[in-house]
T-cell receptor, first 115, second 113 residues
Framework: AQSVAQPEDQVNVAEGNPLTVKCTYSVSGNPYLFWYVQYPNRGLQFLLK??????LVKGSYGFEAEFNKSQTSFHLKKPSALVSDSALYFCAVRDIGTGFQKLVFGTGTRLLVSP | DAGVTQSPTHLIKTRGQQVTLRCSPKSGHDTVSWYQQALGQGPQFIFQ???????QRGNFPDRFSGHQFPNYSSELNVNALLLGDSALYLCASSLRGSAQPQHFGDGTRLSIL
């Protein structure tokens, strides 16, 4: 079964500093990986995805993610954090099963950006 | 272009009652998925509907059922509510066969007393 793990419950970073939110995956076959962000009392907003191609994926709001097949990781990064980036971040993998888009999510990482 | 819309936004029920949650997918999407997000956890897949049929199901009991209508909108029904059913219920829509990501609504917050 497909799965993802987010080893950090919370990441703290100062505004203007680079940030990294970690994700590792376990899949059979080629992974379809996603990052979503959730603000309080809201649903999930799509940030970026990896299907094939370049290992560095660029997404919304200045976020990017690095796919590393040998380390089975898909870490989310941003060169310069903003206070408004403070939110809950979820890594997810698409369960390829029958071809329908079932997503399997990690437990989430809370990002706190201090002024 | 309206995104995924869910109703109601909040709901309070008591144990043993039944509840129906509603979802309208993003324009152009034909597949609807439902997820349960308990407090402090990641979303858990409940089931997915395409062409008015349940296509995939997660590890949820039969108390959870659904329906998809010809206009692609969907309902999630939960019978015999338990305290543990308290959660944020998220609807997501997508286009069958597309590599594009699922789009999520803002969810329905269900509280069981």
């Amino acid at each position: 079964a497909q799965s993802v793990a987010q080893p950090e419950d919370q990441v703290n970073v100062a505004e203007g500093n680079p940030l990294t939110v970690k994700c590792t995956y376990s899949v059979s076959g080629n992974p379809y990986l996603f990052w979503y962000v959730q603000y309080p009392n809201r649903g999930l907003q799509f940030l970026l995805k990896y299907i094939t191609g370049d290992n560095l994926v660029k997404g919304s709001y200045g976020f990017e993610a690095e796919f590393n097949k040998s380390q089975t990781s898909f870490h989310l990064k941003k060169p310069s954090a903003l206070v408004s980036d403070s939110a809950l971040y979820f890594c997810a993998v698409r369960d390829i099963g029958t071809g329908f888009q079932k997503l399997v999510f990690g437990t989430g990482t809370r990002l706190l950006v201090s002024p | 272009d309206a995104g995924v819309t869910q109703s109601p936004t909040h709901l309070i029920k008591t144990r043993g009652q039944q509840v129906t949650l509603r979802c309208s997918p993003k324009s152009g999407h034909d597949t609807v998925s439902w997820y349960q997000q308990a407090l402090g956890q990641g979303p858990q897949f409940i089931f997915q509907y395409y062409e008015e049929e349940e296509r995939q199901r997660g590890n949820f009991p039969d108390r959870f059922s659904g329906h998809q209508f010809p206009n692609y909108s969907s309902e999630l029904n939960v019978n015999a509510l338990l305290l543990g059913d308290s959660a944020l219920y998220l609807c997501a829509s997508s286009l069958r066969g597309s590599a594009q990501p699922q789009h999520f609504g803002d969810g329905t917050r269900l509280s069981i007393l």
